[in-house]
Nanobody, 121 residues
Framework: QVQLVESGGGSVQAGGSLQLSCVAS????????MGWYRQAPGKQRELVAD???????RYADSVKGRFTISRDDAKKSIHLQLNSLQPEDTAIYYC???????????????WGQGPEVTVSS
């Protein structure tokens, strides 16, 4: 089974920066769309940014110009650079992979454990 291992997150003051990383573990032949979602307390999970391939990215309007997503297919990883953080960015951030093809078959809809990002004013 492929698992998503996340790192990063933490607590910062408004205006600060953080980086999140997510690596898909296991023997992987190919990987589909990858992205980051977040869920703030009392709110629904929402898309932050995603990538269908290495040169194709999209962002939620609320993070455009502040967050940068990047993926490394060779390392089966995806990263999210969070700059100019604001208190409203406080949430649990989940790595998401649409599908992976590995030695045992195909897995779909993989989620990471969700590092927490807390931004204080």
């Amino acid at each position: 089974q492929v698992q998503l291992v996340e790192s990063g997150g933490g607590s910062v003051q408004a205006g600060g920066s953080l980086q999140l990383s997510c690596v898909a573990s296991g023997v992987i032949f190919s990987i589909g769309a990858m992205g980051w979602y977040r869920q703030a307390p009392g709110k629904q999970r929402e898309l932050v940014a995603d990538s269908t391939r290495a040169d194709s990215y999209r962002y939620a309007d609320s993070v455009k110009g502040r967050f940068t997503i990047s993926r490394d297919d060779a390392k089966k990883s995806i990263h999210l650079q969070l700059n100019s953080l604001q208190p409203e960015d406080t949430a649990i951030y989940y790595c998401y992979v649409e599908s992976v093809a590995h030695i045992r078959g195909i897995q779909r809809d993989l989620w990471g454990q969700g590092p927490e990002v807390t931004v204080s004013s």
